[in-house]
């Protein structure tokens, strides 16, 4: 069992698309606590961090997508979201949501932007 991401697919440039994941009880049994991440691979590239949110809702961000990408979460429904505007081909990759607090991994998204 891992976390559970959702949300890739194939956009145009410009475009936007809203990563989500889910962190199931028998993996993660306190959610609230953990800061959260998302991270992308694109071929040939090392994994880089996009986005981190902490328990209370710092988040922090990779240069190349302040002012395009939101991170947030809803404790509640034990899930992070990444919502990703202005998509642009070089953030092309798999994207994947990681507990950072306890080194979880999802099993990771497509995300392909057309150019």
């Known amino acids: 069992v891992q976390l559970q991401a959702s949300g890739g697919g194939l956009v145009q440039a410009g475009g936007s698309l809203r990563l989500s994941c889910a962190a199931p009880t028998t993996i993660l049994s306190v959610f609230s606590a953990d800061t959260m991440g998302w991270y992308r691979q694109a071929p040939g590239k090392e994994r880089e961090l996009v986005a981190d949110?902490?328990?209370?809702?710092?988040?922090n961000y990779e240069d190349s997508v302040k002012g395009r990408f939101t991170i947030s979460r809803d404790n509640g429904k034990r899930r992070v979201y990444l919502q990703m505007n202005g998509l642009k081909p070089e953030d092309t990759a798999v994207y994947y949501c990681r507990s950072i607090s306890r080194n979880l991994w999802g099993q990771g998204t497509q995300v392909t932007v057309s150019s």
């Open positions: 949110i902490s328990s209370r809702s710092t988040t």
